[in-house]
Structures are given as C-alpha cells and as structure tokens.
C-alpha cells in the first residue's frame, strides 16, 4: 500500500503488506497524522531521485492537468546547438500562473533518453543521473514565475533534442511532458575567417569555456545586470538568489590545496553615496559572533581595497595586518553593484602559531567545514559599520572544496515559533478578550460560569492566555538571541529597529495588568473608576504596540514572509477598529431605545393608579436591550473574522 504524501513532485511512504500484522489503533492514529502533516507541509527541497525515470509526481488520485502550454512554456536561448555547447533553458509561467516545483532535463526526440548535463541550476539544484546532473529541480517550494538554467550538450552530436518537464503549482494541479520547441545540431562549415573573425570566436568561446583562475583574478569587473557566474557548479562553489537571469547576489569561490580564490558579486539595497562593504563570513552556526570574515570596502571613487577582520558577538572588530594572506584583488562598486575578486592563501598549522603573535585573530583555516554569510552595509575608513540587512545565511555548513550551488538561505524556526505565538496572543486572544470587556458585560448578564460572568469569564481566559503566549514568546527569542540584539533595516525602513523596543515595553504592560488586578478595589470603593480607567488604558496601550510590533516584525527578513504580510496585519487594524465602531455605535443606539420607552412609561402611584387617576398595570421588566440575538451573532462574526486573520498570517508566516 502506497500512501501519498504532500511534496512537490511527490514522494511515497511504503506501508506494511498484507501478510504482515495489521497496525494497532495507536499506530494507526499516528500514522494518519503524520501523513496529514506531511501532506498539509510537504517538502520544498526537490524532486526525488526516484522519480527521475518517469518524472512523474505520486500526487495520489490526481491526475496530470492538461494543456499545459496554455499555462507554461520551456524556451531555449539557440534552436540549433554544436556538442559542448552551452544553451540557456527557462521556464516561464503564462497569463499570470505561478509554480511552486519543477524537474526538466534534456532528451534525444527520438528515443527519449536523457542527454548532456546541467552545470548551473539558478535556485535549484543537480539531481538524476550517475553523476546526479542530467536534470534540474528546485530547493524550496517559494511560489516562481521564471527558472533560468545552463545545458551542456554532450560532446558527441546526437540529432534533435528537447527539453521536458514536470511542473507543480499545487498538490492537485501539475503538468508533465511539458516540451520545448526541439532543438538541433548545428551544421558546421569551412569558412576562412579574418582575423577580427577569429577574434570574435576566442572571444566568444571564452564566455562558455571554464575560465582560468588567472583569468578570473586579473580581468577588470563588468558592471551592469548582475548575472550567475558560468563556472558555478563546475569549477566553483556558489551560494547565490537568482529570480531566471537576475541575481542579487553570487559569491563564489575556487579551492586549492594552498589558497581559494573568492569572487563576491552584490546588488547594494538603497544604492547612495559614500563607502560601502561586502562581505563573507564563516561561522560554526547560523548566527553572528565569533566568525571569520573575509571583506571588501570601496572608497567613494569606486575602488575596493580587501582585508581581513572577525565578528564578536554582534560587532565586526578589525585586526592587526588585516591583508596578510590576501593577493591579487580586484573590485568595483558602480551602478548599484559591488564587485570583488580575491585570492586568499591557506597556511600551515605551524605558520598558524607563529602568526598568532603578530596578530589577534590567526589565520582562517578553510578545511573545515562551517556555514558561510554574506553581509553588505556602510563603511567608515577601514571600519565596518552595521549591516543594512541580516546576512544570509547557507542553510548547512559548507565544503569550501566541494563545487555545488546553494540556492537556499538558513531558516530560523525559532523566530517563526516567537511570531506566531505572538500573533495567536495579540490578533486572536486580545483581538476577542477587548471586545468581550468592552461591549458584552450586559449579553447573558442572567447566566454565570463557575459563578462569575460569562464576560469575564471569557475575558480573563483569553487575557491569560496572552500573558502566556506573551511570556513564552518573549523568552524564546531571547533565547535565539543570546539577549537583547539590535535589528539590522533597509534603508528608508529603520523603523523596524525599533521591534524589540516595543516588544519589550508590551511584555511590561501585559504582566502590569493582571498585578494590577490583584490590587482591584471593590465595586463601590470611590477609586474603583480610577481602576477600570487605569485597566482599561493599559490593556489598550498594550493591543496597539503589540498589534504594531507584529507590522513590523512581519517585515524582518528572519522572519522570511512575503512583503504583502504587513497588508494582511494593516487589514486587521482597519478591521478591528470598524468593529468596534459598529459595537459603540449598536450600544448608543441601544441606550436611546431604552430611554425612549422609559420616558413613554406612566408613573404609578401607592394605590396602583396612575398620577391621572386611571387604573394601571404595573409592566414586566424587561432585560437590558444590549443583550440582544443581533449582538451575539455580531460576536459570531468577529471571533470568525479574527481567526481568519489569524489564520492567514500563521501561514504566512510558516509556510515561507
């Protein structure tokens, strides 16, 4: 029995056979949430290789969709190729389609058969194959509108070739044998060629023949449009985020047993004037402090110098003779783009010791594996300041030896567990507990829970429950901070540096008001008033810079949730304050409506006649006019309003 689970191109739990024992209810129950997991989650890391044969997804009962040129199309940068040539393929999704996992590879038309390589995957990776790079597939399940990536054909011609995929927008909806237009052999001529000819054709065969390290070092940087370097993924090691041909950053690097040449290339966020740095990094963990750093600052006309320096803690701290072990440097920053080439030389153990007199940091040794970072901010002379954004970060340490390419960045779940707990405290639990204070102190006010009203009942819940959420929350990230840490922002956002701030002031407020409940005066003490306004403007003051620091944490790029996220937490603001309009504006009308039939109301006298003389009998009370259906089915309506936005930004939040 084969049991479908939720993957982008699909994957398959084998269960037990027949003539095996059938699984108790315990394992069953388990096994039914796991798939339900993992069928809601799925994976974003790539298609299996065992799907590599037949590119088929194991989506269950889902069947392929059809006409998929009607939705995606695989365009090839030449209609004819000459074997090892390189050809760029993409995929581009039509009339406004996304997808979220892809597998393509070439095959010979005729027979079917794979053939040549992929050497660049441009935020994907090499899969399939007996050297596993006959195929491309994603790295994360991100939604895409264009994959741009490098074929090689063999060295052998073989006749026409066309490149097949497997597209995946959903769990229920993918394509496969998507085709390009086929693709043939190049039909070569003899021709004498003058010597501006043959200049062209080393020229132009330099641009897809692996290039020399010397090459590579010495040649002045080109600006423009940031593009993958060529060599990645067959000479040289890449971390890279690459959107089809557009990349906002490539780091690359080359490894020899005594010394690995870096290339940094960065599109600078905000631009401007003055010095700027880059930077990468190497650190034992996903997280700033104690790392290696190997950076590259530009002066305000534009030229790089390079030079060594180490982070620690949460501050870059420069080091005596910070170019030792650095060569043959080049670099540029123009049009937006920072570019540095580098060579760094590796020393021996012994080498090591000696310099450590020299120096406060002694040399890094690039053997070992650790996570690699790449920063960029201002700088000052040879100083580096704060980082305009976070580093990324490579999600796995890094072999500086091995050639892959990383096109994912470091998760930190940790940060997505502090902002979902704070999203459940303050959308939800304070989003719903308000309104209860608020506006239904007279709904059911003939009834009790536990001997206390349904009200309060209800509103201490869930203000309690924020208190928790609030608290775990709060140590959590301390706790993934080592403390108190500054955020780095874009430029135009520094506003966002002030997330911890607020989330610290609203931790403050959110234990205040209960310690203050403790010391509540009695219904008719004279300072009760002063109490329930005190109270009351606390736990307001509270919602709003919670609500706040939610827009601004949405925005943090650790956090790594789409941009439109802070619409959805704006959306709940407008929301919640028309609510609340609406709730005041049914209570004043209520009010009216009561004193308008007391006012209509005949005053009786001793005798049980009224102040006219006639006979009168004495009305029924009626029940207060604010505990009416209309309010409650309005309560209805917000609790589900709330838990939808709450519900949309858990998603976005975990599911990015």
Wanted: glycine share 8%; aromatic share 10%.
């Amino acid at each position: 029995m084969c049991i479908d689970f939720m993957t982008s191109l699909g994957y398959c739990f084998r269960g037990k056979s027949s003539s095996e024992p059938e699984m108790g209810l315990i394992q069953y129950v388990f096994l039914t949430l796991t798939v339900s997991v993992w069928h809601i989650y799925g994976y974003s890391s790539g298609a299996p290789s065992f799907t590599c044969p037949s590119m088929m997804p194991s989506h269950g009962s889902f069947k392929p969709k059809t006409n998929p040129a009607r939705y995606y199309q695989i365009t090839s940068s030449t209609s004819s190729y000459t074997p090892g040539e390189s050809v760029s393929v993409t995929i581009t999704a039509l009339n406004g389609e996304q997808f979220k996992g892809y597998l393509i590879r070439a095959q010979d038309e005729g027979t079917g058969n794979p053939v040549g390589t992929f050497r660049i995957a441009q935020g994907g990776k090499l899969q399939c194959g007996p050297t596993s790079n006959e195929a491309v597939t994603h790295t994360t399940g991100a939604l895409k509108t264009t994959e741009t990536f490098t074929w090689m054909a063999p060295a052998n011609a073989i006749g026409n070739i066309v490149f097949v995929a497997t597209i995946v927008k959903s769990y229920k909806d993918f394509w496969t044998d998507v085709r390009s237009s086929p693709v043939s052999v190049a039909v070569t001529t003899q021709e004498t060629t003058t010597a501006l000819d043959t200049t062209k054709v080393t020229a132009t065969t330099k641009l897809v023949t692996p290039t020399t390290v010397s090459e590579v070092t010495e040649k002045a940087p080109v600006t423009g449009a940031l593009m993958m370097d060529a060599r990645c993924g067959d000479t040289w090691g890449c971390f890279v985020n690459c959107q089809g041909t557009a990349c906002q950053y490539v780091a690359s690097w080359h490894y020899h047993p005594d010394y690995v040449d870096f290339s940094i290339e960065r599109v600078i966020l905000g631009g401007g004037g003055g010095q700027k740095w880059v930077a990468i990094g190497f650190s034992d963990d996903k997280k700033m402090g104690h790392d290696d750093v190997l950076h590259c600052i530009s002066d305000a006309a534009g030229h790089v110098m390079v030079g060594r320096s180490f982070n620690l803690e949460t501050s870059n701290q420069p080091i005596h003779n910070p170019h030792e072990g650095i060569s043959r440097t080049t670099g540029s920053y123009r049009d937006g783009v920072f570019r540095c080439s580098f060579r760094y030389s590796q020393v021996s153990d012994q080498s090591n010791k000696r310099k450590r007199q020299a120096t406060t940091r002694p040399m890094i040794d690039l053997s070992h594996h650790r996570h690699i970072m790449l920063g960029d901010g201002q700088a000052f002379g040879d100083m580096l300041g704060m980082h305009t954004v976070n580093p990324v970060v490579t999600p796995h340490s890094v072999d500086i030896r091995s050639t892959n390419i990383i096109g994912d960045v470091a998760r930190y779940p940790l940060v997505k567990v502090h902002g979902c707990l704070m999203i459940l405290a303050w959308i939800f639990c304070t989003g719903v507990g308000l309104i209860f204070a608020r506006f239904y102190k007279p709904v059911w006010s003939d009834r009790t829970i536990l001997g206390l009203k349904v009200w309060f009942q209800f509103h201490r819940g869930l203000m309690v429950t924020t208190l928790v959420l609030t608290l775990v929350g709060f140590i959590i990230i301390f706790v993934e901070a080592n403390g108190y840490s500054k955020i780095s922002a874009p430029i135009g956002k520094a506003y966002l540096q002030s997330h911890p701030i607020l989330g610290i002031i609203v931790t403050i407020l959110v234990v205040a008001n209960p310690v203050m409940a403790l010391f509540r005066p009695g219904p008719k003490d004279k300072n009760r008033p002063i109490f329930n306004w005190a109270h009351l403007a606390v736990g307001m003051a509270a919602h709003i810079l919670a609500v706040i620091t939610i827009c601004f944490g949405v925005e943090l790029q650790k956090v790594g949730a789409p941009k439109y996220t802070v619409y959805v937490v704006v959306g709940y603001i407008v929301y919640h304050i028309l609510m609340e309009i609406m709730l005041k504006l049914y209570d004043l009308f209520a009010d009216r409506q009561n004193t308008a039939r007391i006012e209509q109301m005949e005053m009786k006298n001793g005798n049980g006649t009224t102040l006219n003389g006639n006979s009168f009998r004495p009305e029924e009370p009626k029940r207060d006019p604010k505990d009416s259906t209309i309010k409650k089915l309005l309560l209805v309506f917000h609790v589900a309003i709330v838990f939808a936005f709450t519900l949309t930004l858990l998603l976005l939040v975990t599911q990015y």
